[in-house]
C-alpha cells in the first residue's frame, strides 16, 4: 500500500478502522496525517468527530475510550494519535487493534521507529488494518523524486537547476517540497524552473557550490577549484567543509565503483553504481582523468582531511585553507 493509494481509498470513502504509519521518513507520515486530520471529515462534522493526541502527554485509557465512543450525527469519526513513538505503554492498545469499532478511524503516526515485524502487534496491525512502513530516499532516487513533485506542480526544471537544489538540501523531502513551493510562488506566469531561480530564491550560487567543486575536481580544473573555495572563504554559510567532504567522497566513491563495471552503456553503468543516468558522464570524466590510482589517492586525502577539519592530525587551520591544500595534492 502507497501513500497515494491510501489518499485515494480516503477520497473515495474506503476506509479501514486502523492505520499505522511508522519508520524514517517523516514526509510521507506527516503527509498522510494532515489530510487525514483536515479532509477526511467535512468542517461540519469536525468539532463532534475528529479527537486528536499526542504521543507525550497520551494515557493508553484515553485513547482506547475516544476510539470505543460512537460518532455524533454522523456515520464515522477520526482517531488520530500523533508522535506516538514517545507515548508510554503503547503495547495496551493492543485489545482495542484487536477488536476495533466499525466506525472509528483509527491513525497513529510512529515516527523514526518500526514495530517489531515478529511481535503481536504488528501481525494485528497487519490483520485489522494498514501498516506502512516508510524509509529514507535513496540518494539516486532524489532527481526523479523531485523533478516528478515539480511536474505534479505543473512545471518542470532544467537538469542543473535540479542537481543544485538536491545538492543544497540533501535528503529532506519536506524542505524540498517547501523550496519548490516558494520558487513557483515567484515564477509568475513561468513554467520552467532555472538554475537563475534557484540562485534567487534558494540561496545558492549557480557558479559557486558543491556541484561546480565537484565537476572542477573531476577536471582538474584548479584555477576553478580554487575560485570557488575562495567563494566558500568569503561566504561560510555557502558550504561548511563538514557538507563539502562528504559530498565530495561520495562522488569519488561512486567514481571508484566505475572500475569494477565493465561495457560503455551509460544506463547500465549509471544503474550499476546507483546514479542518475544524467550525470554518469561526470564519473567518468573523473575516472579519465585520475585513473585508478589517483580516485583511491583522492578519497584517501577525502578521509586525512575531514579528520584534519576536526583537529585530527592538525594544528588549527581555516577551513579554506585545507581545501585548497587538499585540491593541490589531488589534482598534482
Known amino acids: ?42 468542517e461540519t462534522e469536525k468539532a463532534f468527530n475528529l479527537t486528536i493526541f499526542y ?18 450525527f454522523a456515520e464515522k469519526q477520526v482517531v488520530l494519535l500523533k508522535e506516538a513513538q514517545q507515548m508510554k ?12 469499532l ?16 515478529r511481535s503481536r502487534l504488528a501481525k494485528l496491525l497487519k490483520e485489522k488494518g494498514e501498516l506502512l512502513s516508510t524509509k529514507k530516499m535513496y540518494e539516486n532516487q532524489l532527481p526523479e523524486w523531485t523533478s516528478d513533485l515539480i511536474k505534479s506542480k505543473g512545471h518542470t526544471i532544467t537538469q542543473k537547476a535540479l542537481m543544485l537544489l538536491i545538492d543544497h538540501i540533501g535528503n529532506d523531502l519536506a524542505r524540498i517540497d517547501n523550496e519548490i513551493d516558494k520558487i513557483l510562488i515567484n515564477l509568475g506566469n513561468r513554467k520552467n524552473i532555472t538554475e537563475d531561480d534557484i540562485e534567487q530564491y534558494v540561496g545558492v550560487s549557480k557558479e559557486y557550490n558543491v556541484f561546480e567543486l565537484q565537476d572542477a575536481l573531476s577536471r582538474k580544473d584548479v584555477p576553478k577549484a580554487l575560485r570557488i573555495i575562495q567563494y566558500f572563504e568569503s561566504n561560510p554559510k555557502a558550504a561548511p567543509i563538514q557538507l563539502i567532504l562528504p559530498s565530495l567522497y561520495n562522488f569519488f566513491s561512486k567514481a571508484y565503483m566505475l572500475f ?33 590510482a589517483g580516485v583511491e589517492n583522492a578519497l584517501l586525502l577525502l578521509h586525512q582531511y575531514n579528520l584534519k577539519s576536526i583537529g585530527v592530525n592538525s594544528v588549527a587551520t581555516d577551513q579554506a585553507s585545507l581545501l585548497k591544500e587538499m ?4 589534482v598534482m
Open 102 to 117: 466499525a466506525s472509528t478511524i483509527f491513525i497513529v503516526s510512529y515516527k523514526e521507529k518500526k514495530v517489531d515485524g
Open 55 to 72: 504521543g507525550k502527554d497520551a494515557d493508553w485509557p484515553a485513547v482506547v475510550n475516544a476510539c470505543r465512543r460512537y460518532p455524533m
Open 327 to 330: 585540491v593541490i595534492k589531488m
Open 260 to 292: 569494477g563495471q565493465s561495457g560503455s552503456d551509460e544506463k547500465a553503468l549509471a544503474a550499476s553504481i546507483g546514479v542518475n543516468p544524467y550525470f554518469i558522464r561526470d564519473y567518468m570524466v573523473a575516472v579519465k582523468n585520475y585513473n585508478y
Open 89 to 100: 505503554d503503547i503495547d495496551k492498545l493492543e485489545p482495542y487493534i484487536q477488536n476495533p
Open 1 to 42: 500500500m502507497t501513500v497515494e493509494k491510501i489518499i485515494n481509498d480516503w477520497k473515495k470513502g474506503v476506509f479501514k478502522p486502523i492505520y499505522w504509519f511508522e519508520g524514517e521518513e517523516e514526509y510521507y507520515i506527516n503527509q498522510l496525517m494532515d489530510y487525514a486530520e483536515h479532509s477526511i471529515l467535512p
